[in-house]
């Protein structure tokens, strides 16, 4: 394999191409839109592309931390049964589809234990999950920072 | 498409002889297709009209039905409470126009979201946005269309939201989590009711086309329903496009609604326009959620869905946002 340039990188360039040689060329105003929104969803795949295992990867282990937490103190089956299923997940492999597929066995889990945790009213098992959420969402803003609306 | 169009027009105006002069696709909008055509008739009288239609299936992120629009278009006159631009025809089955089309007339009049833009003062504009959803939310309705769902009661209707979202939760892992915790925070925070109403549902200032000779004309309204018409004002919180007015004076802005619609501010205030952006963006999250899902399922729905993966990454930050501020 040749690793350089990484693949953010080379979607990094064809982002370039089409800002710069691409769309002054285009009259049409549909095919204008177009262009920059492909050009948005490159960037951000870009960004995708250089850490989503990781991402993935770090936030499988702090979602299941959560689920096992709750699952010792609260009686779910829907949350036991979700920790069985990711306990099949193909959790050793760093191949993109099986870190997606732990990655959402995992959520599955976690949504169960918050749901378990609200039924219940345990306020700081819910603050608890609350934070995760947050680093969640920080990780999709990281992902969006440079979403713009086009063609509006 | 020009073909088409004369072809269409040949068979709704037999004998006026329609050439289309020209035809230019409409960019801007992110649901269905839109073109204004120049047409000539035969005794020389030229006009443009509006054509808006389905995307190909199994294309685009939002769908909604373009017979029930059609019939909505068709009552809403009956109203006396909104003026919309005038339809002309409806190829309902697509068989001339390449798919579900309506044909409207072009007005002759600028989106409010342009004349924003330019104002030095934007608060006689304010005023005139919150009038226009204020009347709409106003409505009678016994003359709406029969298929429009009629809730029982406000608060099953609510639950009805909130089912969506749970719909969508059980269905898609990846955004499950956030779901989960966003509705049952709104399941324990319902505001006051109000009664039920006739709801745009794509309430925005480049919705509503103003000029100096007519009332202000209300457009797109394929997501139009009978809900809480709050849901309006809280879908029209999450516009970015500036100058969001709501977010330039929210005082007047509320103020304003409050003196037409005669809520109370219990009824209708910051948190509660909060909590009805996350009720009043269940359809079209779910509807995003979808698309995105079918881009992963090769699908291909077009480059729209995979833009918009960005806007539920938007919905999460401020679903999330609302419940830290209101806990």
New interface residues.
């Given amino acids: 394999m040749i690793p350089r340039p990484t693949t953010d990188q080379l979607i990094a360039d064809v982002c370039q191409d089409l800002l710069d040689a691409v769309l002054p060329a285009l009259t049409d ?2 095919l ?3 262009v920059a ?2 050009e ?2 490159l960037r ?1 795949a870009a960004l995708r592309a250089a850490h989503e295992i990781a991402w993935m990867t770090d936030e499988t282990s702090a ?1 299941i931390e959560y689920a096992k937490a709750v699952n010792a103190r609260i009686r779910s089956v829907d949350l036991t049964a979700a920790l069985a299923e990711f306990d099949g997940s193909p959790r050793l492999s760093l191949h993109l589809a099986d870190v997606v597929e732990t ?3 995992a ?2 889990a ?2 169960a234990a ?2 378990a945790a ?1 039924r219940d009213g345990i306020a700081e098992l819910v603050d608890a ?2 934070e ?3 680093d ?2 920080s990780t ?2 990281v ?2 920072a440079t ?1 713009a ?4 | 498409m020009i073909e088409r169009l004369e072809r269409f027009l040949a068979e709704v105006e037999p004998g006026r002889g329609a050439r289309v002069v020209s035809y230019q696709p409409i960019s801007g909008g992110y649901s269905r297709i839109s073109a204004r055509a120049s047409i000539r008739w035969a005794d020389g009288r030229e006009e443009t009209l509006i054509l808006r239609g389905d995307p190909p299936a199994g294309s685009g992120v939002f769908v909604s039905d373009r017979d029930a629009e059609w019939e909505l278009l068709g009552a809403l006159p009956n109203l006396n409470s909104v003026e919309t631009a005038p339809t002309r025809w409806y190829d309902s089955s697509g068989d001339y126009l390449g798919a579900k089309c309506i044909v409207m007339d072009s007005v002759d009049a600028t989106s409010l979201q342009a004349v924003l833009a330019d104002a030095d003062d934007i608060g006689p504009l304010s005023d005139l946005f919150v009038d226009t959803f204020a009347a709409i939310h106003g409505s009678p309705l016994d003359p709406l269309p029969e298929r429009m769902t009629r809730p029982s009661d406000w608060t099953s209707y609510l639950d009805g939201v909130l089912a969506t979202y749970d719909q969508v939760a059980e269905s898609h892992p990846s955004v499950a989590p956030v779901l989960r915790y966003v509705t049952s925070w709104a399941a324990g925070h319902r505001p006051p009711p109000v009664p039920l109403a006739l709801v745009h549902g794509d309430c925005q200032p480049s919705n509503v086309l103003v000029s100096e000779a007519q009332p202000p004309i209300v457009i797109d309204w394929e997501f139009a329903h009978i809900g809480d018409p709050r849901e309006d004002m809280g879908y029209y919180n999450q516009i970015p496009l500036l100058p969001n007015v709501y977010w330039s004076d929210s005082e007047r802005f509320l103020a304003r609604y409050r003196a037409a619609t005669g809520m109370t501010e219990d009824q209708i205030n910051p948190d509660v326009i909060d909590y009805f952006l996350i009720i009043g963006m269940a359809t079209l999250y779910a509807q995003l959620v979808d698309a995105a899902d079918a881009v992963a399922e090769n699908q291909h729905p077009g480059i729209l869905a995979s833009y918009l993966i960005n806007a539920i990454s938007h919905q999460h930050d401020m679903f999330l946002s609302i419940c830290d501020r209101q806990n």
């Fill in positions: 105003e549909t204008q839109v177009r929104m492909a948005t969803i951000n979602l990655y959402e066995r959520s599955r976690f949504a918050l749901a609200q999950a609350r995760l959420l947050h969640r969402v999709e803003k992902v969006m979403y609306v086009v063609g509006r």
